[in-house]
């Protein structure tokens, strides 16, 4: 009968036969009957009738061992470990004898190593199958009568015991599979009989459990690398789980055998050829997962299947070994791409990729074929969720490009917010996500991508502006208040929703710094709006704040700086001055800038009555007053000139020492009593207010006769400027009369009088004075002295030798003056005149420096005098020869007391000294 079968076929195998290298065929088992087969651990094993096992490597170089005397019968090889259990007979009868072989150097030259063998004594010992765990610690082997014998423990140790088989399971059916599952947790096998497929639980507990009905006969179950069995049976391709019975593929035919390799399935099958009495063997490579043939071939007489090196070996009756060799991922997606299978292509590239035989590129590479295929038959929606599965690896803008049509919006907008789902979009990616939002009206969707959303998958600011320019306020405020953005939110709230109450608000829970930073950019703003809110708030933000929902710090207080939101109240002066005046109340620290507001604020007032004015003066006055050295005391003085604020202008001069201003500003308002009262008050500190108090006066004589008499008194009583001076004033101006200077210039030519009567007095004394000293030196000079005192001038006992007598007329003890050069008597007058003279001499200056001075100055007959006053003119004295030689003479005779009485053994001479003469 013809085959149903609707799967797919591809030609992912090529076939071959099996040839050595210089292209002879393999036949090394033409004349040999091979009763089994087995693979794995880098080696094809076959299994003949006299007892031999060959080994055939990958370069299909045969080496052999033998097993038993007469036969094998069943053989199984451990994929990891070469490790090979045969069941065969050492003599003619069934075959009863195990034998577990060590046969890793076999291949190398080597002998097989024989661990252990073990006898069948069960009563009907036919051996159908058998099956070894990994681990080597279980051993199972299926009997024609239905029971399943196990060894436990290391079954490569040879053990006394005759009961190393043990029943596990029984059942009325022969035994016609086992099958370890690969779990590591537990351990358990597949057993399939005729009847039924059962799973027998050995570890951690003993257990059977039944998982499905009929099972198939022998050879046509193979348990796959995920663990599953499947099952050849007459219709279809059945699997079972742990859990129970999965899925099938329908697949009629009669199976010779199934193996499981690499996620295929490999089926041996008969079938009737058309036209033709014999029947046909079919050899079908199946893709379970994928539902599809990798290969199908007619064979003739199969006798057994292999897998080994990524390809299957197929052993004909005629001792030809044919080998299927898998195809190159890359040409299999050519193969699948030409028949437009790309979800095939996909699920092959998934499992390469978990084998670890291709990379990412690859299934992407099939994921954009696929959406472009897809795109081309207009099949939008299929096509963008494979351009999704791209994200990561393929440039966004490709996918793009493809959909930015108006009809394609919603297909772009699937791709933009898987974009972001993956954290990859930039903010041109949100900025187009966000306008499809809005061009689709989707404020769900909108709401969920903005509001929902726990990470921030997206550029935060252009969301916001985009959101902003769509006019979507409470999704933009809400992504400005969540991430702190505090900039935005406040200004969506104040230029676009105009909720300033809020905006406060809000401000009024943030840290200082950006509390700060806040109101000076939208102060003004706020201030418009609700100046009475925004000062409060102010107060509290310049003084002791505290955020809004925090304790307070008991620390130091932090506070913002009042100047710096003095700009803000722009439109707001009364609330400004209100704000200024709290911040001198409760600050000590203000700045400057402070203060000099505040007073201009106080002097642009325009009192309505005289109640205001004489408190806008009181105000003004107590600020200057109070806070002396806290404002620019310079720009205080321009902002109450500019206001003609008379009592501040008066203060600050006053302070600044700015008294010729005082009289100045006098003088512009014709006060002539405060002008003379200033001059009083403050000449004796500035001369010169006199001068321009005089010059003023003068060149206003009409109106100020008796005023400038006042002055000229006042100066004449007080002698406050020479009458040089005053003339000079005088005769700058043209209407100076006589009778108003008279009285002064005759009292000044009587003091004059008086004064050089005074000094004439004074010359004689001191030339008389001069004259008697100069005796006295040229008496010194010329004769002798005569010493007479008879007491020490210190101690006023009677003089005795040693004894000091000075020119000055002073004797002293000689132990009762420190040192014999100076007379302490005459000391401290004869230092304070050299003190003068040193003062002088200090006091003098350079004849250049004069010099310098006459050049520049216009009244240089007054400069002179004041240099003669300095002694620069003086001239160093110089003495006589004759008096140098008399004073040298002087030093080195003895003076005699020629009245003193010294008595018997005095000596009569004092102990001189050359310095025991006081010099004037």
Known sequence: AKMANTMLNFEFFDKEIVTYSDGQPFQAFEDTIINCTASGHGALLFGDNDGTVYMVTRSFEVASFQAYEEYIQHMYQLKTQGVLVTVGSDEEGIARVVKIWNVDRVLTGGEAQLLRTMTITHPKPMVTCIAAHESLKYLAIGMADGTVLVAKGDITRERSSNRALRQSFHSKDPVMGLSFHPSQRHVSMYVVTTGQVVMNALEPQERIEELGKPGVPLKCSAIGDDGNLWLAAAEELSMYMPEGRGGSLPFPGTKQSLQAARGYLVCVYEFSRDGALDKAQSVTIIDPENKFKAFHATFTDVQHVLFEWGSLFILAADGKMHQLIEKDFETKLQKLFAMSQFEIAVRLAKRQLRAGETSNDMLVEIYVAYGNQLYRKKSFDDAIRQYIKTIGFLEPSYVIRKFLDSQRIQNLTDYLQALHDHQLADKHHTTLLLNCYTKLKNEEKLKQFVMTDKDLNFDLTTAITVLRQAKYYTQALYLAKKFQKHEWYLKIQLENVHNYADALEYIAHLPLEEARQSMRDYGKALLTELPDECTEFLKQLCTFYTPKGQEPDSGKPRRAEPQLFIASYVNRPEHLRVFLSYMIAERDDCHKAVYDTLLELYLREKPADAAAQAERETAVLELLRYHSGKYDEYQALVLTQMYDFKPGVLYLFEKTEQYGQIVQYYMEKKAYAEVLQACKSHGRKDRNLWVQALEYFAE?????????????????????????????????????????????????????????????????????????????????????????????????????????????????????????????????EHRRIMRMVDDQNKAAVSFDKLMDQLDYSTKRFSKVAEYFGQNLFRQEPVLPEQAVTAEVDMTQDSLVDESQDYGAGRTGFSDWSEGGFSRY
């Open 700 to 828: 206003n004589e009409e109106a100020c006769r008796l005023h400038m008499k006042d002055v000229l008194k006042h100066i004449s009583d007080n002698n406050l400027l020479p009458p040089l001076m005053v003339i000079d004033v005088l005769a700058r101006s043209s209407s100076v009369q006589l009778g108003s200077v008279k009285d002064y210039f005759t009292r000044r030519l009587e003091d004059e009088n008086a004064h050089i009567d005074k000094d004439e007095k004074e010359v004689e004394r001191y030339r008389q004075e001069t004259e008697k000293r100069a005796q006295d030196i040229e008496r010194l000079q010329t004769e002798a002295v005569v010493f007479q005192d008879l007491r020490c001038s210190r101690c006023d006992q009677a003089i005795s030798l040693p004894a000091v007598h000075f020119l000055c007329g002073h004797s002293f003890h000689r132990n009762c003056i420190p040192s014999e050069n100076e007379c302490i008597m005459c000391s401290d």
